[in-house]
């Protein structure tokens, strides 16, 4: 018996990115298991949940963190790989983890991993697996935009700029986010947390989505639209950049530039 625990924080409205990355790692494993008939037992775990709290970890064959570590747990597991977002990545607080013995780090996408080589943490290249589900669409297409924002403070941000610049004559657009924006016209802020199916059903009959993020660790939602055969409006963030252009091609993609004052990020005219 081989034992995984998969670290996810759940908390601060990451129920969308980091629920995807715990649930396509549990499939990848599973399909191992079917196809070399390893027995393995995985355990799904809050990184907190050792944090101050004197509770002491089972023990693992492996521990994969998934953007946050924790040091309570890692003496507890053979082999401890880390997947770091690096747009979310405490240097200072987390510089332990390159100096432990048994501590490996895998990146998603080669942006990342550029970013922490240039800090001085190697690890190792594996990309990322898609989304299984949501090519088979079979409902008719509605003229909206949809924009999946989460709990992202990143899509927040660009989300407000978005639809500060969203006009009247515009499809409707409609926004999952755990925060309330900017109110406009014939924008919908939908900030309850739905459940997989009503959200799946959202998806494909959406003709178009919005995916602008100021900064991404790998990009769900616009793998998402690009499984439902959305048109999809994005911006040249490296992340999209890499993983996704030579894909959609540059049909959609707005050039983004940063600016301190969100009034001068959008034509206002």
């Known amino acids: 018996m081989q034992t995984v625990v998969i670290f996810s924080n759940m908390g601060n409205g990451q129920k969308y990115g980091l629920a995807n ?3 396509l790692l549990e499939l990848t494993f599973r399909e191992f298991n079917i196809t070399d008939k390893t027995n393995i037992k995985i355990i799904h775990k809050d990184p907190l949940t050792y944090v101050g709290k004197g509770i002491i970890p089972e023990k693992a064959d492996v521990h994969i963190y998934l953007e946050v570590p924790c040091k309570a747990a890692f003496p507890w597991a053979k ?7 690096q747009e979310y990545w405490y240097s200072d607080a987390w510089s332990w983890v ?3 013995p048994n501590a490996v780090f895998f990146f998603k996408t080669r942006y990342c991993q550029q970013i922490f080589e ?18 088979e669409n079979t409902l008719a297409k ?3 935009f949809l924009y999946i924002v989460g709990g992202s403070k990143y899509k927040k941000a660009a989300a407000d700029i978005v639809v500060n610049a969203w006009l009247d004559e515009f499809p409707p657009l409609i926004v999952l986010s755990a925060e309330k924006g900017v109110e406009k ?10 459940n997989d199916s009503d959200k799946c059903a959202l998806i494909n009959e959406s003709e178009f989505h919005v995916v602008t993020s100021f900064a991404e660790g790998l990009g ?32 959609g993609c707005v050039t983004t530039t940063k600016c301190e004052d ?7 005219k």
């Not at 969100?262 to 206002?268: A, F, P, R, V």
């Open 21 to 23: 990355d715990a649930r």
């Open 79 to 85: 082999l401890n790989i880390v997947i770091p977002n």
């Open 98 to 100: 390159s100096k432990e």
């Open 118 to 135: 240039k800090n001085g943490i190697k690890g190792f290249y594996i990309g990322w697996r898609g989304l299984n589900g949501l090519s």
């Open 142 to 144: 509605k003229r909206q």
């Open 185 to 194: 016209n014939g924008v919908t802020w939908i900030t309850n947390y739905i």
């Open 220 to 251: 769900y939602t616009i793998m998402e639209a690009i499984g439902a055969g959305a048109k999809i409006l994005w911006n040249d963030i490296p992340v999209y950049k890499e993983k996704w252009e030579n894909l959609i091609g540059y049909d």
């Open 262 to 268: 969100i009034s001068g990020c959008y034509d206002k």
